[in-house]
């Protein structure tokens, strides 16, 4: 029981590239989320997921796009990426509303 | 808005010096507050899950209790592995989002 992967765990991009975080779960949880986590600061909320075909913007979620096709995979898109999205990138899941999440180790992700 | 603060920013306690971290909230209405320990490198890991003032949870040295404007991380006779950031996080009623704001963390540090 792996509980929830990401990757790739490092990325240094230039600006303007794009790329795709990938984030799986093996608990059959239905909902999952994004967060980004900057020094000093709080994990934000990016986007999220309450099941297959269902996404909704959390916090701060300019610059980002996600999808969700499947109960186990929940990738979050960059595109043309600055500066400001230099962070840790938390994928988590849980089994409900109000219920623990589980996260996965993060991908560090430099843009310059 | 709601709001999360958790305090000191960061602890040094002595092998077996008991302390409490805290955590105080400003939300529309709570509907759970949830406990995480992060070490460096990693995801946070649940701890626990408080719905209401009153409730009171234990794992091994740690023990969470919620009242209606903060909670308290009480750490009984700490040990090395005990160190760790420790992050507080609210859901609140606000049209039945998801969203999960967190506090900055609290920096714990247990010598030897």
């Known amino acids: 029981n792996a509980g929830v992967t990401q990757t790739p765990k490092f990325r240094i991009l230039k600006i303007g590239q794009s790329m795709t975080l990938q984030c799986t779960q093996d608990m059959n949880h239905n909902y999952m989320y994004w967060y980004r986590q900057d020094p000093g600061m709080g994990l934000k909320l990016i986007y999220y997921s309450v099941g297959a075909g269902i996404t909704d913007k959390g916090e701060v979620p300019n610059g980002y796009n996600v999808s969700r096709s499947t109960t186990e995979d929940f990738p979050l898109r960059l595109e043309l990426a600055a500066p400001s999205q230099t962070s840790v990138y938390f994928c988590?899941?849980?089994?409900?509303?109000?219920?623990?999440?589980?996260f996965g180790p993060g991908t560090r992700l430099t843009v310059t | 808005e709601d709001q999360v603060t958790q305090s000191p920013e960061a602890l040094r306690l002595q092998e077996g010096e008991s302390s409490s971290l805290n955590c105080s909230y400003t939300?529309?209405?709570?509907?759970?507050l949830f406990w995480y320990r992060q070490d460096p490198g990693k995801g946070p890991e649940f701890l626990f899950t408080?719905?209401?003032a009153g409730e009171e949870k234990e794992k091994e040295r740690l023990k969470a209790t919620l009242t209606k404007k903060e909670s308290f991380l009480h750490i009984t006779a700490p040990k090395p592995e005990d160190s760790a950031t420790y992050l507080c996080?609210?859901?609140?009623?606000?049209?039945?989002?998801?969203?999960?704001?967190f506090g900055k963390g609290m920096k714990l540090t247990v010598n030897p």
């Open positions: 939300v529309s209405g709570l509907r759970g």
């Open positions: 408080l719905y209401s």
């Open positions: 996080a609210v859901q609140a009623t606000q049209g039945g989002s998801e969203k999960l704001v």
């Open positions: 988590a899941s849980s089994s409900g509303s109000v219920r623990e999440q589980y």
